[in-house]
């Protein structure tokens, strides 16, 4: 080892390697929600702005 190695890294060279845990069902699914509820929030963002763009179309043709 090298002299600059501390008690605390030698420990942790020693230490046993970390246990595998399945994910939680419950936070896959909160996850997965997440994902639908931001793509929801984008397309609501998207269908906004292509309504607010054909409204401006829409009241400028209308001004000619």
Known sequence: MRS???????MALDAPP?????PDQEILE???????????CELRV???DEE???T?????????
């Open 46 to 48: 998207k269908l906004e």
């Open 4 to 10: 600059h190695d501390t008690a605390a890294d030698r």
């Open 30 to 40: 909160h996850e997965r929600k997440r994902k639908v509820e931001v793509a929801c």
């Open 56 to 64: 401006m179309s829409f009241l400028l043709n209308t001004l000619k």
């Open 52 to 54: 607010y763009v054909y």
């Open 18 to 22: 970390i246990k595998h845990r399945e």
